[in-house]
């Protein structure tokens, strides 16, 4: 079964310092991943996806995401963090059984401190 | 471009009063719905899914369900709430092979 596993309940980083929210990925065959982000009291806003090609993969806002077969990881990063960067980040696998169903894990709440 | 719709934002019923939030979808046309809860700020459940009018799917047994009257069109409904049914509910849309879901803006449910 597929699932995804987001290790840390919260990160906190100083604003302008790069950050990463990690993330780690169990399936069977190729990942289709995702990324998205909430903030307080909205819906998700989708970030970015890996379905192929490049391990590195670029999104919106200035996040980007490694692709790591070989440690079954996807980190979310941004070379530098904003305040306004601050809410709830899950990491998401597409469930091969169909209808494009998502799978997602706990999340991790992002605090960028001024 | 493709809109998506969710009301009410917010609700407060009582317990053992019926429910019913509706999702609409603007600027595509057959697309997989879903009606997901989350709890407490953090994970999401996923409640039900479509793929097409009058075809749903549920993923846990409980006191909620679903109906698709027309092609963009996702209702959520119960008949009769629970305190437990208390959360945030979001409705997201798919097009097959485009893989990545789109969310609506939420309701929040409070159940009282």
């Known amino acids: 079964a597929q699932s995804v596993a987001q290790p840390e309940d919260q990160v906190n980083v100083a604003e302008g310092n790069p950050l990463t929210v990690k993330c780690t990925y169990s399936v069977s065959g190729n990942p289709y991943l995702f990324w998205y982000v909430q903030y307080p009291n909205r819906g998700l806003q989708f970030l970015l996806k890996y379905i192929t090609g490049d391990n590195l993969v670029k999104g919106s806002y200035g996040f980007e995401a490694e692709f790591n077969k070989s440690q079954t990881s996807f980190h979310l990063k941004k070379p530098s963090a904003l305040v306004s960067d601050s809410a709830l980040y899950f990491c998401a696998v597409l469930n091969l059984g169909g209808y494009n169903k998502l799978i997602f894990g706990a999340g991790t709440r992002l605090a960028v401190h001024p | 471009s493709q809109t998506i719709h969710q009301w009410p934002a917010t609700l407060v019923q009582p317990v053992g009063s019926p429910l019913s939030l509706e999702c609409t979808v603007e600027?595509?046309?057959?697309?997989?719905l879903y009606w997901y809860r989350q709890a407490a700020g953090r994970g999401l459940q996923l409640l039900f899914y479509?793929?097409?009018?009058?075809?749903i799917s549920s993923e846990v047994p409980q006191n909620l369900s679903a109906s698709r009257p027309q092609d963009r069109q996702f209702i959520l409904s119960s008949k009769k709430l629970l305190l437990s049914d208390s959360g945030f509910y979001l409705c997201?849309?798919?097009?097959?092979?485009?893989?990545?879901?789109?969310f609506g803006p939420g309701t929040r449910l409070t159940v009282t």
């Open positions: 600027g595509t046309s057959n697309p997989n």
């Open positions: 997201a849309w798919s097009i097959s092979g485009d893989y990545e879901q789109y």
């Open positions: 479509s793929i097409g009018i009058d075809q």
